[in-house]
Structure formats: structure tokens, C-alpha cells
């Protein structure tokens, strides 16, 4: 606000003196008005944030050791955001240290990033640049380049560099596509937010409100907080700058609430700041004391290791706006030695210029010059024009309030050529806010266009809404009824295949009911008959006892046999009627195996068959006996059944750690491989045995629910032609 005012001032003296440059009035002026942008930069430069983009929105790894670094990276640009540097620090190293023990270069190139992130953040900007300049060249082929850009940007812009500043960004928007796709919005914007900062320095109005203008629909659309809170910052610090300090303002009151709510005490520190200098420009003097005061209570948690340099320069302006001289002085002076102690050749550039604006509006014109005398040599050694252009303009009218008209002369046509110079630069500036103008008042006829239209849409649309409302009540009411019917049909379908199932059990047992009448018919009948024939001839007639007994040990083998054939049917019986129960206890199996040989000695001595029993004595185990007397009998049936005459059958056990292994082999004909794999089926096919032998087909079935049900098994191995060996394993008794 002091530039203005010294600009107001400097029109009017010339005006007075009716110098002989009165018809260059107008280019005057307008090189004041740039002079004035230039002289406000410094009081808010700094406080204008750059965006720098989080390293894990642009990779997609596993959680793995490459994870883990991208997210101490991530949390350390969080802490900074918060104002713990050294945390932060803490965080980079050991990330920087894990991606050089993994050899993972992205990650080491995103250290670097943070590392000048962190200088950035306590005000030390040429190590920034120089760690930025050295990334550039160790890492020229990384997804981090983009990165490396944009911060050196920044740095170059914080610097007062702002042209070097753009090239930087505009090589970094080259780079944008190295950038997963989803990404390249985030970043390009990131950048163009950045760039409006530098452009601002320009004084280039046009370009700093479009990439602003840029940034906040993006801000806005992605509600990316941090985003927001920076557009939003810089938003207020460039309407400031253009003196429009009731919008800035409210754009700095947005981002202190959003700030405040996260807690981003670096970006506050730079608000505080901002809202500080903007309300010294309102006049709101209290308030603006306030805010510079908590600015500098942040200042010692954000930058413990750097002064607040630029919050003391901006109270020596508050004071010099207040007309206090000591307090600004005071103030300039402070700003000025921390500057000096940092070698901050800008921050000396504006003590001294805020020091000759002091001096001369207090009436020491003499003074007043020795200051501006600095601040010009500084400005020349920096190539910053607009304040060279500034401080001769200054010089002219010290000399001239001093008496010394010859100096005076010198300065004001050095002050003309330097206007005349810009003069064309000027001009494009205010083309361009022209066809912005101009821009914004044909896109203001359009919007009207289009809002009468969006009114007729919008009556269009809620018709149409109506429409589709009914439309999707008719649609699910359809999809309930097509469900219905759907759910109908399926539980018929499962009810119909229910049925069916059961219709195949009951044909199946009709069929072994059939089977056993059969059995009983024939099996049964045969001896049966025949006993009733030898009690008729022994009823009849006088046979001798030596007949008698000839004719029991013949009907003996076919009685025992039929014997067994009835407990197999009683068995099969009592399953099929679930009314089998097993009682499983200590038991040696040995002296069953020889019951049943025992008892089925006629049909194997009949045939002339070998019988071997090596079996361990005693051999334990846990189980029913009936059961298995049942599983023996059955299985020794079959081998006498399907081996030839003066083969050989073999008992045999062995222990395997908690079970037994009982195993029946013989030298028989085996079993056919079309027939093992429904073996233990109750509806399995039957054969007759090499003497013509028949069954009933579902012994070995009864064989395996019995040892399933004492909590074993039984398999078999059969070679057709060669024997066959079954397996029964049962659990061994242990103590």
C-alpha cells in the first residue's frame, strides 16, 4: 500500500513542477503501476505456496520394502505440511537409506525431491536448487523428473528468478506424460498453479488468473484439501498483489479455515502472513497485528533454524503505514540483518528500498537516497529491471526534494529509457487483460444463453425423471414376478428330481428284493429238500448208522452254508432299516479268523484249497466281533469261491502305527477291471465261481458299511488271472 501511496505522490509532484515529460504522463503511470507490483511482491513472496505432488499418487507397488519408502516419503511431506521439519527429515533419510540398500532408484530420486522440499521449507533455497540441479543430472531417466522440475521452479520463483522460474515449469510440463494417465490432470495442475505464482512476479496478469483460474476448477473437482488450501492462499496473495484486497481477503479466510481444520501449520504460517498484509492494506490494524503475531509463533515451530525475516520487513511497512517511524525503522532494521546474515540478496533489496521509502516520508531525502543507492545495486546485480526502473524513479525525486536538480535530471532520464523499454511489454500485458475482458463479457452472453436453455432441460428433465420413475417401478415390478416364477419353477425342478431319486432307490430295492426271493428260492430250497429227503429215507427205511452219518456230513457243508447265507441276509436287513449297532471294544482277531476258517472247513477241503494263516499272536484290536466275523466270513467266502482247485488262501496282519492291517489273498482268477470300480456296491454285478458257485451280490457292500462303521476301511488289489489280495484296516487296541 506504500508503493500506491508513494505513486500518488510521485504523479502529483510531477504534475506540479510541469516538467517538460508531461506527455509522457501516461506511460509514466503506467511503469508506476508495474513498479508498485514489484514493490508488494516481496511483502507477501514466500507466503505464495508451491504445490508439490505426494510420490505414491504416481505408484501402484505391493506392500513390499518399495511401499514402505514411498510411504516415509509421504509422511514426511506430511510433517512438513505440519510444520515438523525435523521429523521429516528423520523420515526422508531412512527412506533415502532403504532405497539405496533395496537399489530402488525412483525411490532414491524422490528423496531427493523431499530433501529440497525441506530446505524450501526453512527458507534455504540455494541448497534446494543445488540439490535439485544434482538430481537433474544423476537422474536422467526417472518418473521423478517431472518432480525435479516443478520444485526447482518453485525454487528459482522463491529466489526472485521468475522467468527462469517459467522455463523451469514449462520443461517440466513436457514431462507430464512420463506420469500414469490417470495422474497427468493432478500434476499439470499442480504445475500451472506454480506457474501463475511466477507470472505473477512478472507482473504478467493474464496468465497469472488463467493458470489460477486452472488450478482452482481442478482444486475444486479432485477435493484435494491441501490443494485447495494452496490455490486458495495464492488466490488471496495475488488479488493482494493487484491491490483487490477485499478479495484476497475472503480467498485468505477460505484457505485459514481449511488450514486451520488440518492443522497445516507450514501453509498457515504463510496465511497468517498473507492476511496480515492485507489487512495493514484494509486498515484493519489490530487485526492485522494479530495474525503477524501468530505468524511468528509458527515461525519458530515451522523454521526453528531461520528468522522471520520477511514477517519483521512486513511490520516495518505496517508501522511506515502507520506513520510510526521508530517502530518501522526498528522493524526494516532487524529484517535487514537477518537478511544480510543469510546473504538473502532480495530481502536486502526490499529493507533497503522500505528503508528509503521511510526516510523520505519523513522528510530525509539525503538519507532516503543512500538507502535507495543500496537497493539499486542490488537490483542492477540481480538484472531485476522493474525495481531498477522502481528506484530511479525514487532517486529522481530524492535528488529532487534535496536540491540536487543535476542528479535529479541524471536519474529521470535513466528512469525514462528503462520505462520506454518496458514499455512494449506493458502493452502486451494490457492486451491481453483486454481480450480478457472482452473474453469474459462474450462468455457472459453464452452463460445467459445456456442458462435459459439448462431452465428448459431442466423443466425436460424432471418430466422425464417422472417417466423413468414409473418406468423402473413397472420394470421391478416385472423382475418380482419373473423371479417368482423363476423360484416356483426351480423348487419344482428340485422337487421333481427329489422324487426321481427316490424312485430310483425304490426300484433299486425292489430289485434286491426280488434278488433275495430269488436267492431264498433256490439257495434255500436245495437243502432244505434235501434234508427232508434224508429224513424220509430215515423214517422209511432201515439204513445202518454208518448211512446215516454218511448223509449228515454230506447235508453239514450245505447247511452251514446256508446259515451264513441268512446272517447275511439278517445283516442286510437290519442296515437297510438303520438298525445296525456297532459295539467296539479290546478283542484278539486271531481266534475269530480261525472260527471262521473252522467253519467253513468243507468248502475248501472240497476244492483241495491251501490255507495259510500267519497272523501276529495275539493281534488287537478295537472292534465289534459280529462285524467282523461278518467282513472274515465274506471275504473267505469269496476267495474259496473264485480260486481253483489246490490254490492257496493267505491270513495275514501287521501292525502300522494306531491301526492293524488284516489281509485275505488268493490264488484265483482275480477280478475283471469292468467290475472293481462298483466292487463294494450293494447292487454290484456277481459272478459264478470256478465250481459254478453263486451269490448274492452284496456281501462285500455289507463289508464295507461294517468297517466304516468301526471307524476303518477295506480295499483291494486284484490282477485278472493272478489273485487277489483285500486289505481291512481297523483300529489297533492300545493300552
Not at 495475488?238 to 491491490?243: A, E, I, Q, S
Not at 520477511?310 to 522493524?331: C, D, P, S, V, W
Request: charged residues 25%.
Amino acid at each position: 500500500m506504500n508503493g500506491f501511496f508513494f505513486a500518488i505522490r510521485s504523479i502529483i509532484i510531477l504534475i506540479l513542477t510541469k516538467l517538460y515529460f508531461f506527455s509522457t504522463l501516461v506511460i509514466h503511470c503506467r511503469v508506476l503501476f508495474a513498479a508498485l507490483v514489484l514493490s508488494i511482491t516481496f511483502s507477501i513472496s514466500g507466503s505464495a505456496t508451491p504445490y508439490l505432488i505426494k510420490s505414491s499418487y504416481y505408484t501402484h507397488q505391493s506392500k513390499s520394502d518399495t511401499s514402505k519408502v514411498l510411504d516415509l516419503l509421504d509422511t514426511a511431506q506430511d510433517l512438513l505440511y505440519r510444520g515438523n521439519v525435523e521429523l521429516a527429515l528423520k523420515n526422508i533419510y531412512e527412506a533415502k537409506s532403504l532405497s539405496e540398500k533395496i537399489d530402488y532408484t525412483y525411490g532414491l530420486a524422490l528423496s531427493e525431491t523431499h530433501i529440497a522440499d525441506a530446505y524450501m521449507t526453512t527458507q534455504k533455497i540455494d541448497s534446494a536448487i543445488a540439490v535439485l540441479e544434482d538430481a537433474i543430472l544423476k537422474f536422467p531417466n526417472t518418473r521423478a523428473r517431472p518432480f525435479f522440475y516443478n520444485q526447482l521452479a518453485a525454487s528459482y520463483n522463491y529466489k526472485g528468478q521468475p522467468s527462469e522460474s517459467i522455463k523451469a515449469y514449462k520443461i517440466g510440463l513436457t514431462l507430464v506424460h512420463l506420469m500414469p494417465e490417470n495422474q497427468r490432470d493432478r500434476t499439470k495442475a499442480a504445475m500451472l498453479l506454480n506457474m501463475a505464482s511466477a507470472y505473477q512476479n512478472l507482473g504478467d496478469k493474464a496468465n497469472t488468473f488463467s493458470n489460477y483460474l486452472d488450478a482452482l476448477k481442478f482444486a475444486e473437482s479432485s477435493k484435494d484439501t491441501i490443494f485447495t488450501i494452496i490455490t486458495l492462499n495464492n488466490l488471496g496473495d495475488t488479488y493482494g498483489t493487484y491491490l483487490e484486497f477485499e478479495k484476497a481477503d475472503y480467498y485468505l479466510e477460505k484457505a485459514l479455515e481449511l488450514a486451520l481444520e488440518k492443522d497445516y501449520k507450514g501453509e498457515l504460517l504463510k496465511i497468517y502472513l498473507n492476511l496480515a498484509n492485507t489487512k495493514t492494506d484494509l486498515e484493519e490494524f489490530d487485526k492485522a497485528l494479530e495474525y503477524y503475531e501468530k505468524a511468528l509463533e509458527l515461525n519458530k515451530i515451522v523454521r526453528p533454524n531461520t528468522p522471520p525475516f520477511r514477517i519483521t520487513y512486513n511490520l516495518g511497512n505496517h508501522y511506515l503505514k502507520r506513520m510510526n517511524f521508530q517502530k518501522a525503522k526498528e522493524y526494516f532494521e532487524e529484517s535487514l540483518e537477518y537478511c544480510e546474515e543469510l546473504n538473502i540478496q532480495q530481502g536486502a533489496y526490499y529493507n533497503y528500498n522500505g528503508l528509503g521509502d521511510l526516510y523520505r516520508k519523513f522528510s530525509q531525502p539525503i538519507t532516503a537516497i543512500e538507502w535507495y543507492s543500496k537497493a539499486l545495486d542490488v537490483a542492477t546485480e540481480l538484472s531485476f529491471n522493474q525495481f531498477a526502473m522502481e528506484l530511479h524513479e525514487k532517486m529522481y525525486l530524492s535528488h529532487k526534494e534535496a536540491g540536487n536538480l543535476e542528479s535529479a535530471l541524471f536519474y529521470l532520464e535513466t528512469f525514462k529509457t528503462l520505462a520506454d523499454s518496458i514499455s512494449n511489454v506493458e502493452a502486451e500485458n494490457t492486451l491481453a487483460d483486454l481480450e480478457s475482458k472482452i473474453e469474459l463479457d462474450r462468455q457472459t452472453q453464452i452463460n445467459l444463453l445456456l442458462e435459459e436453455k439448462q431452465t428448459e432441460q431442466e423443466r425436460l428433465l424432471r418430466l422425464g425423471q417422472r417417466f423413468n420413475i414409473f418406468a423402473v417401478i413397472i420394470i421391478i415390478t416385472i423382475l418380482l414376478f419373473l423371479f417368482f416364477i423363476f423360484k416356483t419353477g426351480k423348487e419344482r425342478k428340485q422337487t421333481n428330481s427329489l422324487l426321481n431319486q427316490q424312485k430310483k432307490e425304490l426300484e433299486q430295492l425292489n430289485q434286491t428284493k426280488d434278488k433275495l426271493f430269488a436267492i431264498i428260492a433256490h439257495d434255500l430250497r436245495s437243502p432244505m429238500a434235501s434234508m427232508q429227503g434224508i429224513l424220509f429215507l430215515i423214517n422209511s427205511s432201515d439204513l445202518s448208522p454208518k448211512e446215516v452219518r454218511k448223509l449228515a456230513l454230506e447235508l453239514e457243508p450245505t447247511l452251514q452254508k446256508n446259515v451264513d447265507t441268512l446272517d447275511d441276509l439278517l445283516s442286510w436287513a437290519r442296515k437297510q432299516m438303520s438298525g445296525i449297532t456297532i459295539s467296539p471294544k479290546r478283542i484278539d482277531i486271531a481266534p475269530i479268523i480261525d472260527d471262521v476258517i473252522s467253519k467253513q472247513k468243507f468248502q475248501y477241503e472240497a476244492k483241495r484249497l491251501k490255507i495259510e494263516s500267519l497272523l501276529d499272536d495275539p493281534s488287537y484290536a478295537y472292534i465289534d466281533e459280529n462285524a467282523f466275523k461278518l467282513i472274515i466270513r465274506n471275504l473267505l467266502s469269496n476267495s474259496i469261491k473264485f480260486t481253483e482247485a489246490e490254490g492257496t488262501i493267505t491270513f495275514k496282519t501287521k501292525n502300522e502305527g494306531r491301526n492293524i492291517i488284516f489281509s485275505i489273498s488268493d490264488s484265483g482268477i482275480g477280478i475283471p477291471e469292468s467290475l472293481q470300480n462298483a466292487l463294494f456296491e450293494d447292487n454290484a454285478n456277481t459272478r459264478k465261481g470256478t465250481n459254478m458257485e453263486v451269490g448274492m451280490g452284496f456281501g462285500l457292500s455289507l463289508c464295507k458299511e461294517f468297517a466304516e462303521r468301526m471307524n476303518g476301511e477295506i480295499y483291494f488289489e486284484s490282477t485278472e488271472g493272478e489273485g487277489t489280495t483285500f486289505f481291512v484296516k481297523l483300529p489297533r487296541y492300545t493300552s
